[in-house]
């Protein structure tokens, strides 16, 4: 059973940095795109940053320039390095991974921006 674990959220002031983890446990062939999505109280869960083979990203608008996404060559971990976090960044955020047409989530971690 293919499992994702988040890390890292928590309490930063405004233009302060955070970096999140994405462990990914059991078996699968091979992971296609690996994401972030975050989702705000009553607001609908949105694209943050995915990476697919070869490392080609792609990122939400409202955080171009500030996040990076990465991950290991074994497509075991991913991280999400936020910089100048803006209290508009506070949400949950899930790390997501594709194989095939299947979509596997994590559970999530509480990233807080205060102003």
């Known amino acids: 059973q293919v499992r994702l674990a988040e890390s890292g959220g928590g309490l930063v002031q405004a233009g302060g940095s955070l970096r999140l983890s994405c462990t990914i446990s059991g078996r699968f062939v091979s992971a296609g795109a690996m994401g972030w999505y975050r989702q705000a109280p009553e607001k609908q869960r949105e694209l943050v940053a995915t990476?697919?083979?070869?490392?080609?990203?792609n990122y939400g608008d409202s955080v171009k320039g500030r996040f990076t996404i990465s991950r290991d060559k074994a497509m075991r971990t991913s991280w999400l390095n936020m910089e100048s976090l803006k209290p508009e960044d506070t949400a949950v955020y899930y790390c997501n991974m594709r194989v095939g047409t299947l979509d596997y989530w994590g559970q999530g971690t509480q990233v807080t921006v205060s102003s």
């Open positions: 990476i697919v083979g070869g490392g080609i990203t």
